[in-house]
């Protein structure tokens, strides 16, 4: 069975009830050792195309991963792209803000870890967190030392999807390709991770209890996402909603999402003008007649 992209795409500006969504799916693998080699198959084609994005070097591509804490964004990120070139790739993780980011608009801190042409950034989190757990906890945004008008201006957060939506088609109209993923989870699944980190001395350290307190403000979230994605999934930098209970078929469906969007591309290796072969061969030959 094929995975089709287009079966996970937010439409721009239709309505998005993420309980009509699925978190759980039928997989597209027959087994764990079917994964593997179709997982081996997707690494494959993403390491070439990623030699031939580097090399046509017309082109970023910039994935962005956001989720409920569990969802799975760590571990997309390291086995979808576990067989990409490092000095090709770099990853951002969006923490709570610095005090110097705090200075600066919403969109600072991410524009200056954009990917340049021929390469690929991920950012864990990202910008869409202050249309997200900034309208979950409106009190963040005292530290953004905002003016009360703007802060509780009922346009605030349109405005903000306005910012969004500029920055993207401006990124697009200079070469840069946006995919952005959210890992839509269950509580359920959720709680059952949380119990296997608990459970799990290895995973201890992914725990903490303050991803207990944010699990009371869940439909508050879904409600965000749910205003989110349709307002800022744009068909040159769409989103789309990845079944995550299943972490595997989730990385499935990632890859191909990410082998799709390279291969719509069009890339090439640089051509080769006559001058340039000539020049070449007379290299050639001449280390060849070196000892």
Known sequence: MKIDPKDFKVLPQKSVDLKKYPTRIKPFYKSKEGYKLILDEHIHELRRLQNVLYADNRYALLLIFQAMDAAGKDGAIKHVMSGVNPQGCQVTSFKVPSLEELQHDFLWRSNRVLPRRGMIGIFNRSYYEEVLITRVHPQLLKAQQLSK???????????????????????????????????????????????????????????????????????????????????????????????????????????????????????????????????????RQALISQD
């Not at 990632?254 to 340039?276: C, G, H, Q, W, Y």
Request: with cysteine.
């Open 149 to 283: 008008k703007l802060v509780y201006s009922k346009e605030m957060w349109k405005d903000r999807f306005c910012s969004i939506r500029n920055l993207e088609e401006h990124l697009y109209s200079n070469g840069t390709r946006i995919i952005k993923f959210f890992l839509h989870l269950s509580k359920e699944e959720q709680r059952l991770r949380f119990l296997n980190r608990i459970d799990d001395p290895a995973k201890n350290w992914k725990f903490s209890p303050a991803d207990i307190q944010e699990r009371k403000y869940w439909k508050d979230y879904m409600k965000a996402y749910e205003e989110c994605l349709p307002a800022t999934s744009l068909e040159h930098a769409p989103w789309f909603i990845v079944p995550a209970d299943d972490k595997e078929n989730a990385h499935l469906i990632i890859s191909e999402i990410i082998m799709d969007t390279l291969k719509n591309l069009k890339l090439a290796f640089p051509k080769v003008d006559a001058k340039r072969r000539k020049e070449l061969l007379q290299i």
